[in-house]
């Protein structure tokens, strides 16, 4: 196998989310009757049950309308559309942004998650990920031929409000030459919201050792239990080794817009800039005027938004807690759980193919986000609410089925 074939390779999207149908269900053990209930997909959010912002179809006529003044660009981004999100930026961190110097617009925040990694990472270069974080944290560095130094966190066992990261690891990372740290807050697919003493650790170790930090803050703004968020950015950080990715997305229900913001180092996102421009050229023109109404919701939107999920959190994680031998832990920020089975007598993969085609329900496989997760299975929960329930009960229904005896 050539170097570029096996780099494909270890792609590997067959398990991802968004790809149920290439998996194959030929020969499985189908065990009772098929469960009857309504389908339901796990692996993203339902934008049909939770819809994107109030006049975002009229905002995208507006901008269709205006025409080639809209679909062109600078590579990143319109000018009046960074300025209206710097702003927005600075208010929501209390750091200022220079809209001219410290923010490009991306097709999606996997866009920005490319080109900031792109922009960090040469091959064999040193590079610290978290298991278990988002998956593509470790496909892209291993496409980039990146030597990945995994640390693990204790999520099951750390303390609310805390990500259970291993510092004694991250630091002897970081001594041997680590580089590059990325991470997810809050977690995915934990839920878990790293706590201000955690980041002021990461940040303090960064700074001893150089290294350039790479935080995905993605659902930053759906927070639970009126918890306190605090950001990467606020921290004792040289702001020239920060990058920090969000945009509306999944707390928004817009992730149909493939927009993101990647927001820090001038000298980070000029590279970024760049090479956005030999791969998509820009963020998509017309949907860039989207971004006008991020931050700017109704009154009342958001916090809506943010007590519904955290209705149906607790409804599922109650579900799984009564279960024996199920290890969960309470989403803090974002829409997923990753819920810990009991021992089956099929393995992870194979349950996961089970439930597609007996329960009608698909989940993401915890492989995905390390080897070691062969007993877990992620759900985002940003769902009707009764499907997702009925969903879950037909989930529990298939772990007593395929219980080890």
């Avoid at 110097?101 to 490319?114: C, E, H, S, Y």
């Avoid at 991470?183 to 980041?199: C, D, H, I, Q, R």
């Avoid at 509306?248 to 956005?276: H, N, V, W």
């Amino acid at each position: 196998m050539t170097r570029i074939e096996e780099k494909f390779k270890k792609l590997g999207i067959d398990n991802a989310p968004g790809q149920e149908s290439l998996q194959d269900s030929a020969i499985l053990d189908l065990r009772g009757e098929k469960l009857e209930g309504e389908f339901v997909d796990f692996s993203h959010g339902d934008v049909d049950a939770h819809p994107p912002i109030p006049g975002s179809l009229d905002r995208f006529i507006k901008s269709y309308e205006d025409g080639g003044k809209q679909a062109y660009s600078e590579y990143r981004g319109h000018k009046y559309i960074r300025e209206n999100v710097a702003k927005k930026i600075t208010k929501f961190t209390g750091v200022e942004i220079n809209p001219n110097k410290n923010i490009i617009i991306t097709p999606g925040t996997q866009g920005a998650l490319f080109l900031a990694m792109s922009s960090l990472i040469a091959a064999d270069d040193k590079v610290a990920i978290l298991e278990p974080d988002y998956f593509d944290n470790r496909k892209l560095a291993e496409f980039l031929e990146a030597d990945i130094y995994p640390i693990q966190l204790d999520y099951l066992n750390a303390p609310s409000g805390s990500s259970g990261i291993d510092f004694d690891a991250l630091e002897a990372a970081f001594k041997d030459g680590v580089r590059v740290f990325l991470f997810t807050n809050p977690g995915n697919p934990t839920g878990a919201v790293y706590s201000k003493k955690e980041l002021e650790k990461i940040a303090a170790l960064a700074k001893k050792y150089n290294v350039t930090l790479l935080a995905d803050e993605l659902y930053s703004r759906q927070i639970f239990d009126n918890r306190k968020y605090y950001h990467m950015i606020n921290e004792d950080v040289d702001f020239d080794k920060l990058i920090t990715i969000m945009g509306p997305s999944k707390t928004e229900s817009m992730s149909g817009f493939r927009l993101g913001i990647a927001y820090g180092s001038e000298k980070i996102i000029d590279r970024m800039e760049k090479l956005q421009a030999i791969v998509s050229l820009r963020a998509p023109g017309y949907n860039q005027a989207m971004l006008e109404l991020w931050f700017d919701e109704p009154k009342g939107w958001l916090e809506e938004r943010i007590k519904v999920h955290q209705d149906i959190r607790d409804d599922l994680v109650e579900k799984f807690r009564k279960v024996e031998g199920v290890k969960i832990r309470p989403t803090e920020g974002g829409s997923y759980i990753f819920p810990k089975l009991p021992k089956l007598d099929i393995n992870i993969g194979d349950f996961v193919k089970v439930l597609r085609v007996h329960a009608n329900v698909i989940v993401t496989v915890g492989t995905e986000f390390g080897p070691q997760f062969d007993d877990c299975i992620r759900l985002n929960f940003s769902q009707d609410p009764k499907k997702a329930s009925d969903a879950v009960d037909r989930i529990i229904e298939m772990i007593e089925r395929y219980r080890a005896k």
